[in-house]
């Protein structure tokens, strides 16, 4: 019933093979980082006084992208191409990062995939997007929905989306 908001970064290359005049096909390899901090106040009532909770979150991601596109020409230099396509993605790292203050000064680490991790690593995502190819210049937005189930514990559901901006060049 949550969601936890991340940033990140990502970078790799992709390969685009043209299957006719307008249609192209898009592969890719990509390294991805996602980051997300949380800090929140408490009124704890028996102490009569406020708790606080910090949450440091990491994971580490390898991201197969393949996109379906169809190329729009604006004019000599300009094109705009839509694209749809699956990504699959594996985790190669993730953990979480908790501290508590007063009254208790507790902290936790969570390994996400090790011997007792609640995360699975592989997802599969549906993609989305549009890139506009200024000459050599490309830049891209896009939405990816992830379609499986990421939690190894039937207590709760894990899903992951999300949106991308990515500036590139192509040789």
Same mark, same amino acid.
């Given at each position: 019933?949550?969601?936890?908001?991340? $940033?990140?970064?990502?970078?790799?290359?992709?390969?685009?093979?043209?299957?006719?005049?307008?249609?192209?096909?898009?592969?890719?390899?990509?390294?991805?980082?996602?980051?997300?901090? @949380?800090?929140?106040?408490?009124?704890?009532? *028996?102490?009569?006084?406020?708790? @606080? @909770? #910090?949450?440091?979150?990491?994971?580490?991601?390898?991201?197969?992208?393949?996109?379906?596109?169809?190329?729009? *020409?604006?004019?000599?230099?300009?094109?705009?191409? *839509?694209?749809?396509?699956?990504?699959? +993605?594996?985790?190669?790292?993730? +953990?979480?990062?908790?501290?508590? &203050? #007063? *009254?208790?000064?507790?902290?936790?680490?969570?390994?996400? #995939?090790? $011997?007792?991790?609640?995360?699975?690593?592989?997802?599969?995502?549906?993609?989305?997007?549009?890139?506009?190819?200024?000459?050599?210049?490309?830049?891209?937005?896009?939405?990816?929905?992830?379609?499986?189930?990421?939690?190894?514990?039937?207590?709760?559901?894990?899903?992951? &989306?999300?949106? +991308?901006?990515?500036?590139? #060049?192509?040789?």
């Amino acid at each position: 019933k949550g969601t936890n908001y991340f $940033d990140g970064y990502y970078f790799g290359l992709n390969w685009r093979f043209n299957v006719t005049e307008r249609i192209d096909l898009s592969m890719g390899a990509q390294y991805r980082t996602l980051l997300g901090e @949380h800090s929140e106040h408490y009124y704890y009532l *028996p102490i009569q006084g406020f708790v @606080h @909770h #910090y949450t440091k979150e990491r994971q580490s991601l390898i991201d197969i992208p393949i996109m379906l596109g169809y190329a729009i *020409p604006l004019g000599q230099k300009v094109t705009l191409s *839509p694209f749809v396509g699956p990504m699959f +993605s594996f985790a190669v790292s993730g +953990s979480t990062h908790e501290e508590w &203050s #007063y *009254p208790f000064n507790t902290q936790s680490d969570e390994d996400w #995939y090790g $011997d007792n991790g609640t995360r699975k690593r592989f997802n599969l995502y549906a993609m989305a997007g549009l890139t506009a190819r200024f000459g050599h210049v490309n830049l891209t937005g896009c939405y990816r929905y992830g379609l499986l189930e990421l939690s190894t514990r039937e207590a709760f559901s894990i899903k992951a &989306s999300g949106f +991308s901006v990515a500036l590139g #060049y192509e040789y």
